[in-house]
């Protein structure tokens, strides 16, 4: 009788381990090149996960979902293409190049640790197979991806944290508050438009505007008129994504900016007006 009592008293323990551990928040690294993190998750909802970054460059991090029958070896095929079109003023290509991604793949959200940090995100998972890339460059410097695959498998069900600010981003449209207080928040990001969407936030130098934002964008030439510290970088995600991130922002003018192209045209989102200024106070 004792002995099935003692039996119980485990079991019971083991469970309520088992049920802690499942809570528990996953971890990425990336270090030399190279990403290292769990290859199975059982989850079928949102997972905190943490990425941390371990390098002198600043790292984007974002998980795909692939679709039905795409492949990594394809996925990767059109991320390079997609890459090669967006130095300088963009290329008409670069739509269609972009289409080609989420032909392959949902982009359900990600990261932007700079150098020798980390950063976390609630990303909904469920079962499927995902691909994580973890790159550095991009933009002017060389492209230099890393991608691990991940597969989810069923496992418990999670619920949404709740968010301080929900950040839609539409066709080409920013739906946001205008003020927030300085300090830690948790943004929800969705994409409740038919293209991806992404957002860089960026505090204005004084006395700047978004048009001085958007004159600067079109060539990158002469200083910019935003800072770098201290702000955000939302990765761009696909039509029906949501996610959520904790961001840090002290007081000041913010503008933010969708940089991607328009699947049609290939120009940048800003271009079509995809840009809005807010304030934290
Ligand atoms: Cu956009």
Redesign the pocket.
């Known amino acids: 009788m004792k002995a099935r009592k003692t039996l119980s008293f485990l079991i019971g323990m083991l469970l309520i381990f088992l049920a802690c551990a499942s809570a528990q928040e996953l971890t990425y690294t990336y270090e030399n090149g190279t990403l290292t993190g769990p290859q199975t998750i059982s989850v079928n909802g949102y997972q905190n996960i943490l990425f941390v970054n371990n390098s002198d460059m600043e790292l984007d991090v974002t998980f795909a979902k692939l679709h039905e029958g795409a492949t990594l070896a394809e996925l990767e095929t059109a991320d390079k293409a997609f890459m090669a079109t967006i130095e300088g003023e963009g290329s008409p290509d670069a739509g269609a190049k972009m289409g080609t991604m989420i032909s392959l793949a949902d982009f359900i959200g990600g990261v932007h640790p700079v150098s020798h940090t980390q950063a976390s995100a609630y990303l909904k998972l469920e079962p499927g197979n995902y691909i994580v890339n973890a790159s550095t460059g991009g933009g002017g410097d060389p492209y230099m991806p890393f991608y691990l695959e991940v597969a989810v498998t069923e496992g418990p069900s999670a619920e949404a944290p709740s968010a301080d600010f929900n950040l839609h ?1 539409s ?2 449209h920013f739906d946001f508050p205008d003020t927030m207080p300085a300090g830690k928040q948790v943004w929800q990001i969705s994409d409740t438009g038919s ?4 957002a860089l936030v960026w505090k204005l130098m004084e006395g700047k505007t978004a048009e001085d934002v958007t004159t600067w964008m079109s060539d990158f030439a002469g200083p910019p008129p935003v800072e770098f510290e201290g702000g955000g970088l939302i990765q761009g995600i696909t039509a029906g994504q949501t996610f959520y991130i904790p961001i840090e922002l002290s007081s000041g003018n913010y503008v933010v900016v ?1 940089p ?1 192209p328009n699947l049609g045209t290939g120009e940048p ?1 800003f271009a079509d007006g ?1 840009i809005a200024t807010f304030k934290v106070e």
Do not use: I
Request: proline residues 9%; contains cysteine.
């Open positions: 981003m066709d080409f293209q991806p969407h992404m969708c991607l989102h995809m």
